[in-house]
Structures are given as structure tokens and as C-alpha cells.
Nanobody, 117 residues
């Protein structure tokens, strides 16, 4: 049974930066699609960014040009570099990994990001 563990959350000022990490204990990590989601208080969980096994990336419109997703298969880690943070980016950020064949999905417990200043 694998797991994901996020880290790197904290308090940032508007315009500041944070880098989130997602450490995975998953066999064949390289084959998984990895995604970041976030959930603000009172709101639905929403997609933020994703990176496929071939390193193709996708982003929610609200973070394009500010956030960058990456992965290091050797370290079994995923990252989310967040720049120019705004108050509306405040949320719990979750890492998710999934595989289609065989079907597998893992979620981390989340890391809190608060943008205030």
C-alpha cells in the first residue's frame, strides 16, 4: 500500500512564493499521472495542475503563468512552485497520483497555504 505526503505549505505574503513537495511511496512512480488540487474553506476541491508520465503539463486557468508543476522520478517526488501568490490561493493543497492500468489512486493529506499580509 503506497502513500503520498505533502510538505512546504505555510504563510506567504501577497506576491510571494512557496514551493510545495509531494513525496511518494509508490511502486512504478514514473508511470503515474500526478496532480495538485486545492480546497479553500467552504469551497469545492479544485484542480490546480497536472503532469503526466511523459512530462506533459496542464494548469487551471487561474494559476497559468504563476505556478509550475514538476516531477523527479528518481526521487519519487512532485513539486508545485507557486509564484506571485494571491489571497485567493489560500487553501489546503493536495497531491494526487493515479494510474489507469492497473487502476490505482493515491491522495496525500494536504498542506495548508495561507496568503496574507
Amino acid at each position: 500500500q503506497g502513500y503520498l505526503a505533502e510538505s512546504g505549505g505555510g504563510l506567504a505574503q501577497p506576491g510571494g512564493s512557496l514551493r510545495l513537495s509531494c513525496a511518494a511511496a509508490i511502486d512504478n512512480f514514473y508511470a503515474y499521472e500526478l496532480q495538485w488540487y486545492r480546497q479553500a474553506p467552504g469551497k469545492e476541491r479544485e484542480y490546480v495542475a497536472g503532469i503526466k508520465s511523459d512530462f506533459k503539463r496542464g494548469y487551471a486557468y487561474s494559476v497559468v503563468g504563476r505556478f509550475t508543476i514538476s516531477r523527479d522520478n528518481a526521487k519519487k517526488e512532485a513539486y508545485l512552485q507557486m509564484n506571485d501568490l494571491q489571497a485567493e490561493d489560500s487553501a489546503v493543497y493536495y497531491c494526487e497520483a493515479h494510474l489507469y492500468t492497473p487502476p490505482r489512486e493515491y491522495w496525500g493529506r494536504g498542506t495548508l497555504v495561507t496568503v496574507s499580509g
